[in-house]
C-alpha cells in the first residue's frame, strides 16, 4: 500500500478530512486511522455496501465492539452492525436528538473508532444532521469559567436504556454509585491527546437515553452550564455538520471528536445508516 493518502479538510480551521471513494477502498487501513487521529473525522461519499460488505469494511480496523441483541433471520450474520433505522419507538437507533457525547462510556465499553454508513436515505435535505465537534481546538479557546468546571467538578452519568453493547469495560473507568449513577473523567490523558468524555443532557421533555448531573450543582446550574457550553462548541469554527446522502461514510475517532444526532420528525423522512465500532483495545485479555 502507498505510504501516502490523498485528502482534503472539511473545515476553514483544517479540521477533518475528505476522501474520494476510490482513494479510500486503495487506503491502507493504519494510515486511514493515523488520519483520523489527527483529523478527527473523514467523509466519503457515493460508496456502496451492503451490510456483509460494510462489517467486512470497518472489522479491519481493530476490536470489534458488539451488539448484545439477537439477530434476525434476515440478518443471521451482522451481530456486528448495528441498523440505525429511525423508528419512533427507538431511543439509541430513532429519531429523537442524541445531545452530544462520546461512544461507549455510559455503556462502560471502550470505543476508539465509529464508522456511519447511509444505507437509505429519502425525503431528507435539511434534517438529521450528525454533528461532529472539534472537542481539542473548542476547549483551548472557551471561556475559563467553563474550562474550571469541566476540569475541577465530578461529573456523573446514569445510563436509562444500556442498549445495545456488550459489557467490556477497562478497569478503573467508573466508580459506581447508588441508583446507579457512575462518576466519570472528563479527561483522561492518552499521551497523544487528552480525550474527554461528556454527556449532555437531554431536554426537557425528550426521551432519554442518559441522564447527567453534576455533583453539587442544582438541576438549573447544571441545565445552564451545559446549555452554555453547548452553544460554545456548536459555533462553525469547532462544529461540523453532515448531511446524509445515499451512499455516505462517516469515520470518527472517539477520542477526538464528541458527536450529536439531530432529531428529524417528519414521518416521510427515511434516515437509515448502518453503524460500527472497534477499539484498539484486545478484547480477548
Known amino acids: 500500500m502507498n505510504a501516502t493518502i490523498k485528502w482534503q479538510p472539511m473545515m476553514s480551521t483544517g479540521f477533518g478530512a475528505k476522501m474520494s471513494a476510490n ?26 455496501f451492503d451490510v456483509l460488505a460494510f462489517r467486512d469494511m470497518y472489522t479491519q480496523f481493530g476490536s470489534i465492539v458488539e451488539r448484545v441483541e439477537q439477530h434476525t433471520e434476515a440478518e443471521p450474520e451482522c451481530r456486528d452492525v448495528m441498523q440505525l433505522d429511525g423508528k419512533k419507538d427507538r431511543l439509541l437507533t430513532g429519531r429523537n436528538q442524541l445531545p452530544f457525547h462520546a461512544d461507549g462510556g455510559v455503556l462502560l465499553s471502550p470505543v476508539d473508532q465509529i464508522f456511519l454508513y447511509a444505507n437509505e436515505i429519502k425525503n431528507m435535505k435539511f434534517h438529521g444532521a450528525t454533528i461532529i465537534c472539534d472537542q481539542v481546538l473548542a476547549l483551548k479557546e472557551a471561556p475559563p469559567h467553563l474550562i474550571k468546571i469541566l476540569k475541577h467538578e465530578t461529573f456523573q452519568v446514569r445510563a436509562l436504556d444500556r442498549g445495545c453493547n456488550i459489557d467490556i469495560s477497562v478497569d478503573g473507568w467508573f466508580d459506581m454509585e447508588q441508583e446507579g449513577w457512575c462518576n466519570y473523567p472528563v479527561f483522561t490523558d492518552l499521551g497523544w491527546i487528552e480525550q474527554m468524555l461528556i454527556y449532555f443532557p ?22 445552564k452550564f451545559f446549555a452554555e457550553l453547548a452553544e460554545f462548541i456548536k459555533q462553525p469554527r469547532y462544529s461540523y455538520k453532515h448531511y446524509w446522502e445515499n451512499g455516505d461514510l462517516l469515520i470518527m475517532d472517539n477520542r477526538r471528536v464528541l458527536h450529536e444526532r439531530e432529531e428529524f420528525e417528519d414521518d416521510k423522512i427515511i434516515r437509515h445508516l448502518y453503524r460500527g465500532q472497534t477499539t484498539d483495545y484486545s478484547l480477548s485479555e
Do not use: C, H, P, Y
Open 23 to 48: 482513494d479510500f477502498m486503495q487506503a491502507d487501513t493504519n494510515n486511514i486511522k493515523n488520519l483520523l487521529m489527527r483529523q478527527g473525522f473523514l467523509v466519503i461519499n457515493k460508496l456502496k
Open 202 to 223: 437531554f431536554n426537557d421533555g425528550q426521551q432519554a437515553n442518559w441522564e447527567s448531573r453534576i455533583v453539587g450543582f442544582s438541576k438549573e446550574e447544571t441545565k
